[in-house]
């Protein structure tokens, strides 16, 4: 008799994990994941949610360490600015706490208040003394980082500052420029991409772009290095000023555009905006606002936006809602604001995603 009331017992306790095994099945199916195609733990913040998820589909992390990376935009457009946010980001970030941030600018032509925009902490943690004077001087510089052992985040503010040694000389003996430039910087960059795989690195190059001499179509822009930098590169990103912010007839910031050219991680190629204000930064906020607000997600009528509840019940204009979701003493608005806009953005990728059933299944 024990044994039939086990056997019934065990029945009905496999029954009950069935059902809630059923019940989590379809939570999960309802549930939409945020984390991207490669471990999160791997990735480097941007500082801006829609810049992440174009670049890895992780609303938290964009740039993948252990990669070579070139940032190329035009004058004016923001590239010195993000990689800035991206050092303060991994500043605050416990996951950076032994990486060594470099800031290497040969142009020697930045002038932000780094200490008001990013904080004191990331003035005093980032090293700005390493300074490139030709590309071999470059070189040096990051293999010194990588004998030392430690992992470290490097930006070359920018390739277009440097030239090779070569290059130097004949400018002072016959005032003219060859290509050894782009075919040294190949030779060095494959140097470089093997070390920063082995450690937890990663490398930034930022490039200014130049005029395309006698291109009649495609694109209008390219940038020097040669071909090199972007065949080492895990991610390429082309940065342009859409339009000028202004109040009271003077510019604050710009509205900028950012295409994605090239993606090892995801293969996608991907167009995000988002505003930076002179004295504030990348404003990360208005533009998860603005893209959940152009794709319908949240309804706007005359700049006053409807959160149906999500965020807040009342209705507020972008601004009110921009300062009331940053309110620091509410940090959990802006985690919704994020969770919000990453489940937003995979509804996007995955209606446009081909729908045929695997054609490779694996064991």
Same mark, same amino acid.
């Given at each position: ?105 040969? *142009? ?8 008001? =925009? ?21 070189? &040096? ?20 500052? %440097? ?25 060095? =960059? ?15 190059? %930022? ?57 090892? %991680? ?6 995000? *905006? ?46 009110? =809602? ?33 729908? =045929? ?5 694996? &064991?």
């Amino acid at each position: 008799m024990e044994k039939v009331i086990r056997r019934k017992a065990a029945r009905i306790k496999q029954s009950v994990e069935e059902v809630v095994d059923a019940v989590e099945s379809e939570d999960e199916r309802n549930e939409i994941d945020l984390t991207g195609p490669i471990d999160r733990s791997m990735l480097i913040p941007t500082g801006s949610t829609l810049l992440n998820l174009a670049l890895s589909d992780d609303p938290y992390g964009g740039f993948a360490l252990g990669t070579i990376n070139n940032i190329v935009g035009d004058s004016g457009s923001g590239k010195s600015f993000l990689f800035w946010t991206m050092l303060a980001e991994m500043t605050y970030d416990e996951r950076f706490n032994e990486h060594e941030l470099i800031y290497d600018e040969p *142009e020697a032509a930045f002038a932000f208040n780094t200490s008001k =925009l990013f904080g004191k902490a990331v003035e005093d943690r980032v090293v700005i003394d390493t300074v490139s004077d030709s590309v071999e001087s470059w070189h &040096d510089n990051v293999f010194d980082k990588a004998k030392e052992g430690c992992p470290f985040i490097y930006g070359l503010d920018s390739l277009d500052a %440097i030239s090779s040694e070569e290059e130097i000389e004949r400018d002072i003996r016959k005032g003219t420029f060859g290509a050894a430039k782009p075919k040294l910087i190949g030779e060095i =960059l494959r140097k470089i991409v093997q070390k920063v795989k082995g450690q937890k690195s990663a490398v930034f190059v %930022i490039s200014q772009t130049r005029d395309a001499i006698g291109v009649m179509f495609g694109d209008k822009k390219t940038r020097s290095g040669g071909k090199a930098l972007k065949f080492f590169s895990s991610h390429e990103l082309w940065m342009a000023i859409k339009s000028h912010i202004k109040r009271k007839e003077l510019d604050v910031g710009v509205h900028v555009r950012v295409k994605v050219s090239k993606n090892k %991680i995801t293969g996608k190629l991907r167009i995000v *905006e988002f505003p930076i204000y002179y004295d504030y930064g990348v404003d990360d906020i208005t533009s998860c606002i603005n893209f959940l607000t152009d794709e319908g997600h949240w309804a706007v009528t005359k700049n006053v936006v409807n959160t149906k509840g999500e965020i807040t019940k009342e209705l507020m204009k972008t601004e009110a =809602l921009a300062s009331f979701i940053a309110d620091a003493e509410h940090p959990d608005r802006y985690k919704k604001l994020v969770e919000i806009t990453a489940k937003e953005w995979r509804k996007i990728e995955d209606s446009i995603s081909t729908k =045929l059933p695997p054609k490779y299944k694996g &064991d």
